[in-house]
């Protein structure tokens, strides 16, 4: 399918994309139901993520030639635990090195190491944390030393952290 002009008569362009990476995560809470994670589903693999860039920045170039310039998309990534794919870590420096207009947060569950999340700090703009009730007690604890981490690496850049 190609994607020749995009029409719109709104004054500002699309701001975020929400990137649903997969089914994949390590956790299994009750209030998250099956078609929104899976601790056996199969993990997505670069080339399609690369795919899927190169089709936002089909849309950015388009909208860029027919409306805005010099815009930023925020690309919030999702899913079910996207730092628990070894391609996600492919692709975050593919996106910036390639298309340096995107803003990129994640939506974690916050259980990565620390040598992850030293990698996630250098290649994000943003992590948003969600805290899970459900987790046993090993997993509470890594998130809440991750989030005291990052705390601390961040100090007073303009890099964000949520937790909710």
């Known amino acids: ?48 993520y690369k795919r899927t860039a190169d089709f936002i920045d089909k849309y950015y170039k388009i909208y860029s030639k027919n409306h805005a310039k010099d815009w930023k998309i925020t690309v919030s990534f999702t899913g079910g635990e996207p730092a628990i794919n070894p391609d996600f870590y492919k692709l975050l420096p593919y996106l910036k090195e390639n298309y340096p207009y995107l803003k990129l947060n994640l939506t974690t569950n916050g259980t990565w190491s620390r040598r992850k999340g030293q990698f996630l700090l250098e290649n994000l703009n943003s992590i948003t944390v ?11 604890q890594l998130v809440r030393d991750n989030l005291k981490w990052v705390r601390e690496q961040i100090g007073d850049q303009k890099w964000k952290l949520r937790v909710n």
């Open 1 to 48: 399918m190609a994607v020749e002009y995009i029409y719109s008569d709104i004054k500002q362009p699309l701001k975020m994309v929400v990137w649903d990476l997969g089914r994949r995560c390590n956790f299994d809470c009750t209030y998250c139901t099956g078609w929104m994670h899976s601790t056996t589903a199969p993990m997505n693999k670069f080339e399609q």
């Open 130 to 140: 969600s805290y899970h009730c459900e987790g046993n007690d090993k997993q509470k």
